[in-house]
């Protein structure tokens, strides 16, 4: 027999299903209309439900189908990229695994394993793709709702030294990857940033920063200090335009880094060296420019696009040894050996 209670100014039901009592909103505020609905239609309904064994037939399913449900809803939102971005790395945890399966706990660890300052975005995704199980009736209670997560513990950044930046250009091949790799290495450029280049954005001894292209989408950049020039090693702009094709993008059809990963991947265990993110690359030009006081704090955080020379001292803090020296136009990281392609073979088959 189904009963109800009043839980905060909500109607809550109470019934049991195979000895096993279960509890669940009915989502109506308790008035006197809403009463008399609960106990006219929907306590009705549910016991006939029980009775005939329809409360059966409600399978569970799993936390990426209702994913891909939440991706639909959310596709005419004006941020649905960055909360696709925020979906496909949870996804990546929680799969297929049955949703009522997952509980506050594996929330709440999975969470407070992420090793990132901002985790509610993610917390927010999770709270919308497990209301919509409720919604669905496949599990009564929101187990992402009203989680508590512990303090962020500071990752130290990750960086390729010299060495590993040779061997990876050892290892990689002519093309794409290649080219993508000496801007990448040589200027610190975001992913976006490098995938939005036109070869007008090239000039004598700088690189006119002013778009991203993410997915097909061409964006401003991240910050308010995104549009900018940086500059690059005069050797740079030869092979960029080898590359070039008739697509007004250097990268072509390339417009998300994600399209790279295989390739980036493979190579740098080619090159054995520790597997990080192709993002590292910007770390590493950070990194490496501060430790051989190529710039100060002050001119990365400029050539590095941060919002505030703070952003940049959060990062890079422990690289900073001494004063630092201006930043000369004919700067290079690594030797020309190490970064251009000085292969002539390689050249004839471009």
């Keep these: 027999m189904t009963t109800y209670y009043i839980r905060g100014s909500i109607i809550?039901?109470?019934?049991?299903?195979?000895?096993?009592r279960k509890q669940k909103s009915t989502k109506l505020k308790n008035t006197l209309q809403n009463i008399k609905i609960v106990t006219s239609q929907i306590i009705p309904a549910l016991d006939a439900k029980i009775a005939s064994g329809e409360i059966y037939k409600k399978k569970s399913k799993t936390f990426n189908y209702y994913g891909s449900i939440y991706l639909k809803q959310k596709i005419d939102d004006k941020n649905y990229f960055k909360m696709r971005g925020f979906y496909n790395i949870i996804e990546s945890h929680f799969n297929n695994i049955d949703i009522d399966n997952i509980n506050r706990f594996d929330i709440k660890e999975?969470?407070?394993?992420?090793?990132?300052?901002?985790?509610?975005?993610?917390?927010?995704?999770?709270?919308?793709?497990?209301?919509?199980?409720?919604?669905?009736?496949?599990?009564?209670?929101?187990?992402?709702?009203?989680?508590?997560?512990?303090?962020?513990?500071?990752?130290?950044?990750?960086?390729?030294?010299?060495?590993?930046?040779?061997?990876?250009?050892?290892?990689?091949?002519?093309?794409?990857?290649?080219?993508?790799?000496?801007?990448?290495?040589?200027?610190?450029?975001?992913?976006?940033?490098?995938?939005?280049?036109?070869?007008?954005?090239?000039?004598?001894?700088?690189?006119?920063?002013?778009?991203?292209?993410?997915?097909?989408?061409?964006?401003?950049?991240?910050?308010?200090?995104?549009?900018?020039?940086?500059?690059?090693?005069?050797?740079?702009?030869?092979?960029?335009?080898?590359?070039?094709?008739?697509?007004?993008?250097?990268?072509?059809?390339?417009?998300?880094?994600?399209?790279?990963?295989y390739q980036w991947y493979k190579y740098i265990s080619i090159a054995m060296v520790k597997r990080l993110r192709l993002y590292c690359t910007r770390h590493t030009y950070a990194t490496l420019m501060l430790q051989d006081k190529v710039v100060s704090i002050n001119e990365l955080t400029g050539i590095l696009g941060h919002s505030s020379v703070k952003t940049t001292l959060d990062k890079y803090a422990?690289?900073?040894?001494?004063?630092?020296?201006?930043?000369?136009?004919?700067?290079?990281?690594?030797?020309?050996?190490?970064?251009?392609?000085s292969d002539s073979e390689q050249r004839k088959t471009l």
Excluded: C
């Excluded at 809550?12 to 096993?20: A, E, I, R």
């Excluded at 040779?166 to 940033?193: H, Q």
């Design 110 to 261: 999975y969470l407070n394993s992420l090793t990132i300052k901002s985790k509610n975005p993610y917390k927010t995704v999770l709270i919308a793709i497990f209301e919509l199980a409720v919604d669905d009736g496949v599990i009564d209670i929101n187990p992402a709702l009203n989680i508590r997560l512990g303090s962020f513990k500071k990752k130290e950044v990750e960086y390729f030294t010299k060495d590993e930046v040779k061997r990876i250009m050892d290892a990689v091949p002519y093309g794409l990857l290649k080219v993508y790799l000496m801007i990448a290495f040589n200027t610190g450029l975001r992913s976006g940033e490098i995938l939005g280049l036109q070869i007008g954005d090239f000039e004598e001894n700088h690189i006119n920063v002013k778009r991203t292209r993410t997915l097909g989408v061409i964006g401003t950049g991240k910050t308010n200090n995104a549009i900018r020039k940086v500059p690059y090693p005069s050797y740079l702009l030869n092979d960029v335009k080898r590359i070039q094709s008739n697509n007004i993008f250097i990268f072509g059809d390339i417009d998300d880094s994600s399209k790279l990963n």
């Design 12 to 20: 809550w039901l109470n019934y049991y299903v195979d000895g096993v």
């Design 318 to 341: 422990s690289a900073i040894q001494s004063d630092s020296i201006n930043l000369d136009s004919n700067f290079s990281l690594f030797s020309d050996e190490m970064v251009t392609l």
